[in-house]
């Protein structure tokens, strides 16, 4: 897909790193069991199960019941990591996921792979649009979107480290690598400032971060000073990262490869309205479904690349010049 | 294999002694049942149909020796699990609870009220020795299949039971788990059916017929026994006969809704609406005669036991 990533090398699916991370944490960790729906080929929470098969628990295809499962697991000790598609576990999964981990805050961690539409041919059934609101939603949840095979690895590891439910999006495709290697100061709730600007912020997650490095430099060309802030935990938010987003330059881009209700650019455009209010743009799922197609087609027929990006930047510099405009006139 | 009752020295805490005497057990149950009503009408709501069904059950678990537990402490690591699927009826447990020396009895006063611990359904980690959070019907199984094959993988020694209502072995996720207990097999998990034939709306057999319903549980994997849920012989026989099983278990246990008080037996009405304060002294009157009989039938066996010497 690095037709949409220029300049890009593309690294493993965030799936992948998914299942090799977990797979590394329970040779560190006997706590760890692992539950899939019949996906555990495609999640790749399989590569934890050739290892550790008597650590893993194939549920058949039985979201509701996993997720409950889960809950008694972690109320006897275990530490949980569930798996299947993100539209399964999280939609069909939810009231569980109320009652048994949410509303008694327990440790189990769910894993949503094939998150968003660039899951591709199998069509908008299978495309989590919703997951991450719907995750949000849930108190006590971290939610968290990485957007590369690194950052994915020590996504993994923090939510082992952090006592309470987490959800993670993986994606199908091979991602853009944006980082070199795993960081070690990965946090959840802390954004990462992967390019410093002063006229205008994108803050993106997953896929879109690497778009939105892409139209900063595109921007770049044009004399627009862009920062990028890469922000893959949605809850809790990086709140001091979006105030200075907002305080500092003005005007923030927010992009994602999700629905535009309740997503990231939802939940950052809470903060600015309270923290520091400031013009924004959203990119996203405007309202709708996608199709089946080849992932970089989907992504480009539903405005989710540098493209958009920067043309919602060019947006809100569009009104700073309006702005400027009217103050020479009066 | 699922363990056999522990013996009085297994246990552990203060807690009444474990009894197989069918009159004492009569008696606490009819405790258990002064404090349902006590409770619903003390709150103005709730649920007295279903809790007043399971309360030979629920007595037989917490003093028949068949639940282990700790007064002193609610999370003692090897304590058997119980896990109350049909939330709505928890008054049952609280009571149970109370009488067993885990919550002030007292404390029954503030079911359903604002700051109390007994919320209105189930809540983990609100009250100690609740075990999980219900209430949203269907779930309480697949978390006790959890718990069960999470004792497995650490070769620990305690039980889960789970109580069902039979309204909610309509939802889908029920036999979910209860496909999956068929196949994973552990010995640790007894499920019980309060099967007392009513739900919200109206008669279970008029809006899904259940039936064969104890058909289903071994279609699905399950050794089945049905009894009759009221008398405790028979659920301490069954309940033996579950513990010594060799994968799941579950007891449909056939039941009358609103048992033990007069005008709620069988009448739906009762469902979800609590005694007025005039329900209640008749309640309480029926109550305090059958307790007054079930000492008499304690005594009368006493001393025909005597008279047999």
């Known amino acids: ?330 | 294999m699922a363990r056999s009752a522990p013996s009085d020295t297994e246990r552990r805490g203060g807690g009444p002694p474990p009894t197989r005497d069918l009159a004492a057990l009569r008696a606490r149950a009819t405790l258990i049942r002064r404090h349902i009503v006590e409770m619903l009408a003390e709150s103005r709501s709730g649920h007295p149909g279903g809790s007043l069904s399971a309360v030979e059950l629920v007595t037989a678990l917490y003093f028949g020796g068949y639940l282990r537990y700790d007064p002193e402490n609610a999370k003692w690591s090897e304590r058997d699990r119980f896990v109350l699927s049909k939330g709505h009826g928890v008054p049952v447990q609280y009571a149970a609870m109370a009488e067993a020396g885990m919550l002030p009895v007292e404390e029954l006063r503030t079911l359903r009220k604002i700051d109390s611990r007994l919320q209105g359904h189930p809540v983990l980690g609100a009250t100690p020795g609740i075990e999980a959070s219900t209430g949203s019907l269907g779930q309480g199984l697949s978390i006790g299949l959890g718990m069960a094959l999470a004792a497995r993988m650490d070769g620990a020694d305690w039980n889960v039971f789970v109580l069902l209502g039979d309204g909610e072995c309509q939802e889908g996720q029920v036999w979910e788990a209860a496909m999956a207990a068929g196949h994973q097999r552990p010995a640790n998990l007894i499920a019980m059916v309060d099967y007392n034939k009513f739900q919200l709306d109206g008669a279970i057999a008029d809006i899904i017929d259940l039936t064969p319903l104890a058909a289903k549980w071994e279609a699905m994997g399950w050794q089945t026994r049905e009894i009759d849920g009221h008398d405790l012989g028979e659920v301490l026989e069954a309940l033996d006969w579950a513990m010594a099983a060799d994968g799941p278990a579950c007891i449909v246990a056939h039941t009358v809704k609103g048992k033990g008080v007069s005008f709620m037996e069988g009448d739906n009405a009762y469902h979800g609406v609590a005694p007025t304060e005039k329900e209640l002294a008749a309640a309480l009157g029926e109550l305090e005669v059958l307790e007054q009989a079930e000492a008499s039938i304690e005594r009368e066996g006493a001393e025909a036991g005597e008279a047999g010497r």
């Open chain 1, 1 to 330: 897909m690095n037709g949409i990533y220029p300049g890009f090398t593309l690294g493993k699916a965030t799936r992948d790193a998914y299942g090799e991370a977990l797979r590394d944490l329970g040779r560190e960790h006997a706590d760890i069991v692992v539950l899939d729906a019949d996906l555990a080929k495609s999640t790749k929470s399989a590569v934890f199960e050739n290892e550790f098969p008597d650590r893993f628990i194939n549920v058949g295809i039985q979201e509701a019941n996993m997720v409950g499962m889960a809950g008694g697991m972690a109320s006897a000790g275990k530490v949980p990591f569930i798996s299947s598609f993100a539209c399964f576990v999280i939609l069909k999964g939810f009231d569980q996921l109320r009652m048994a981990v949410s509303y008694p805050r327990l440790n189990v961690k769910v894993a949503g792979s094939h998150g968003g539409i660039s899951s591709g041919e199998d069509g908008a059934s299978q495309q989590a649009v919703e997951d991450v609101a719907l995750a949000c939603s849930l108190p006590h949840f971290t939610v968290c979107v990485p957007c590369d095979e690194h950052q994915m690895r020590a996504a993994v590891r923090a939510a082992y480290d952090h006592d309470g439910p987490v959800y993670i999006r993986s994606g199908r495709p091979k991602a853009p690598l944006v980082y070199e290697r795993t960081p070690e100061n990965f946090r959840f709730g802390r954004a990462t400032r992967l390019r410093e600007g002063s006229d205008l912020t994108i803050i993106a997650n997953g896929l879109l971060t690497a778009a939105a490095l892409v139209s900063a430099a595109e921007l770049e060309k044009e004399g627009v000073s862009v920062r990028v802030v890469d922000m893959p935990t949605i809850k809790p938010l990086d709140e001091a990262e979006v105030e200075a987003a907002a305080r500092e330059t003005g005007r923030i881009v927010v992009a994602e490869e999700h629905l535009l209700h309740g997503g990231l650019g939802a939940c950052v455009a809470q903060a600015v309205c309270r923290l520091h209010p400031a013009p924004m743009e959203f990119v996203g799922l405007d309202d709708t479904y996608a199709e089946s197609g080849d992932p970089e087609l989907l992504m480009r027929k539903y405005g989710l690349t540098h493209a958009e990006v920067t043309a919602a930047a060019r947006r809100l510099l569009a009104g700073r010049e309006a702005e400027a405009g009217a103050g020479a006139a009066r």
